[in-house]
């Protein structure tokens, strides 16, 4: 065999082993799902879709929690999730029971907690959206002491449920 | 993230240089490098037979614990194939009914275990004055809600309203544009969602959003960004921000579904805008009621 033969078998052999290195190095790096979609890898859809559901919604609460649902659901509080106030399902419920209790806010907390929406010293929030009082100013207008929390007048889930009562009652005003 | 400090001096050292490499050698290497490089290039890769796992999944719907009983939010979409070529969603912030309680950065947190300093979403305060001075505040993202009012600024406000932000899922992302990785992509159905396990933390993404909707995860040094909580929406639920959302202020839907309320607004004549429009984004997520001043 000639010198130049054997150049050109090395040459042709050179560029169909590096051509099957490549080949396989390629394999290697690049991710199954990648461009199926486009220039990515479209199995992190799918990841992204298995992720943990943490919050549910209101009617998985009240799919056990029925006496407060019937509170809930007929007072001015009715589109507040309870999760916010209570935390999430996920460390409340797992596979249908039970794993932890929630915590209930109790005292200061309960006031601190509905100030957070109906502070009116926040300007920002609109009268069209939600009622806003100011603290002490609306305790010295209702006669009642400085320390009282909100909800020793208003049921937290049905804000006006015990007010509108009251009225029923001693038949103050006519109940809407 | 630890920057490594290279030695001193290395390869850096006046007397190699010029490094002792004669012509031919060099001519050698490089053509070596150029064809090895093309050959790598000149063989296409078969996207025919890769990615099966991937269309399998897509087709399947998911599977949700049987013991939660939870309502259909966005109709459509549970127990039927979901077709992610076909989707269209939007999503509404209205920042008149905002009442800045922060519930929504609570949600969030809660849902994603978003590490402290870091936001998915959070609630802006903006304060006008009669000199038209904007003044901006953010305590803690919003998540404490907003207990107090500012005593920092003169008193002669005339317009004080509350901006949630997000991601706004631009068409023509910034983000998506420059990842090296392919990391970070709109997917068919038109979110902008993240692949942790291709992100080097390169922080390019965090740099390119003009929105700051981006942060490096300080636990896993990925970025992490909001995703329109999209595993909920596949599920037919509410983003968890919708979800507990008190006033109504963010609205989400299908713009395929024509009862929607995200569609009746976008096909109303009621004011929307996006944020930082010139900048050609092409946000998926409009404000109603947005004031100038909010970039």
Same mark, same amino acid.
């Given at each position: ?73 007929? +007072?001015?509080?009715? $589109?507040?999730? @309870?999760?916010? #106030? %209570?935390? &999430?399902?996920?460390?409340?419920? *797992? ?11 109790? +005292?200061?907390?309960? $006031?601190?907690? @509905?100030?957070? #929406? %109906?502070? &009116?010293?926040?300007?920002?929030? *609109? ?50 | ?295």
């Amino acid at each position: 065999m000639s010198k130049h033969a054997l150049r050109i078998i090395m040459v042709v052999a050179s560029v169909v082993l590096m051509a099957g290195v490549g080949f396989v190095v390629k394999e290697l790096l690049i991710p199954k799902s990648f461009g199926l979609y486009g220039p990515y890898r479209a199995d992190a859809i799918d990841e992204e879709t298995q992720r943990v559901l943490r919050h549910g919604t209101n009617a998985s609460c009240f799919g056990c929690h029925q006496y407060e649902a019937t509170i809930h659901l007929t +007072g001015n509080h009715k $589109t507040i999730s @309870c999760e916010f #106030c %209570h935390g &999430t399902y996920s460390d409340h419920v *797992s596979n249908g029971r039970k794993i932890a209790t929630l915590p209930v806010k109790k +005292g200061d907390e309960i $006031t601190t907690l @509905c100030l957070r #929406c %109906h502070n &009116t010293e926040i300007k920002a929030r *609109s009268t069209m959206v939600i009622k806003t009082v100011g603290v002490p100013d609306h305790l010295k207008k209702q006669n009642v002491k400085l320390t009282h929390t909100c909800n020793q007048c208003h049921h937290v889930h049905a804000p006006l449920k015990y007010i509108n009562e009251a009225k029923k009652i001693t038949g103050l005003m006519e109940v809407k | 993230m630890i920057i490594k400090d290279f030695p001193p001096n290395q390869d850096c050292s006046h007397e190699n240089f010029p490094p002792s490499i004669d012509k031919r050698d060099f001519i050698k290497k490089v053509l070596k490098g150029t064809i090895a490089g093309s050959l790598f290039l000149v063989f296409p890769m078969d996207i025919s037979s890769v990615g099966s796992t991937a269309v399998k999944n897509s087709e399947t719907t998911n599977n949700i614990d049987p013991t939660i009983k939870l309502p259909e939010e966005i109709p459509e979409i549970r127990d039927r194939q979901y077709d992610i070529h076909k989707q269209n969603f939007a999503f509404i912030v209205d920042i008149t009914r905002c009442i800045g309680c922060g519930s929504c950065c609570v949600a969030d947190k809660r849902e994603y275990n978003v590490p402290d300093g870091n936001y998915r979403t959070w609630v802006e305060r903006y304060i006008k004055d009669f000199d038209d001075q904007v003044y901006v505040d953010c305590p803690n993202g919003g998540l404490d809600g907003y207990q107090k009012p500012r005593t920092d600024i003169p008193l002669n406000a005339r317009d004080t309203f509350f901006v949630p932000k997000l991601c706004n899922m631009c068409r023509e992302a910034p983000c998506v544009q420059v990842c090296p990785v392919g990391a970070t992509f709109t997917s068919p159905d038109g979110f902008i969602l993240m692949d942790s396990d291709r992100c080097v933390g390169c922080a390019y993404c965090i740099q390119a959003c003009p929105y700051s909707a981006r942060f490096l995860n300080p636990i896993t040094k990925t970025a992490e960004k909001c995703t329109w909580c999209y595993h909920r929406v596949r599920k037919g639920l509410l983003p968890a921000c919708v979800e507990v959302c008190p006033t109504g202020a963010r609205k989400f839907g299908s713009l395929n579904d024509e009862n929607s309320e995200v569609y009746k607004i976008l096909k109303g004549p009621g004011v929307l805008t996006v944020l930082k429009q010139s900048m050609g984004t092409l946000p998926a997520l409009y404000y109603m009621g947005q004031r100038l001043e909010v970039v």
